[in-house]
């Protein structure tokens, strides 16, 4: 078998590596990233519970 000329070689590899960038650039292109869903962290902070005062009855008492 005779080995292939160095001009073929050097096509089949640039060939071989447009396919394989070619493919990769479709596939992200067809399933783009989308942004990451909210975090706990990044809601809005909430008020904190206020203390009963004294003489009005809590929640709890009118249930």
């Given at each position: 078998?005779?080995p292939?000329?160095?001009?073929?070689?050097?096509?089949?590899m640039?060939?071989t590596?447009?396919?394989?960038f070619?493919?990769v650039?479709?596939?992200?292109?067809?399933?783009p990233s989308?942004?990451?869903?909210?975090q706990?962290?990044?809601?809005?902070?909430?008020?904190?519970?206020?203390?009963?005062?004294?003489?009005?009855?809590?929640?709890a008492?009118?249930?």
């Amino acid at each position: 078998m005779t080995p292939l000329p160095d001009r073929t070689v050097i096509i089949g590899m640039l060939a071989t590596l447009g396919l394989v960038f070619a493919l990769v650039f479709w596939f992200v292109r067809l399933n783009p990233s989308t942004p990451p869903p909210l975090q706990w962290r990044d809601s809005a902070p909430l008020r904190p519970a206020q203390p009963a005062l004294p003489g009005k009855p809590s929640n709890a008492a009118l249930i």
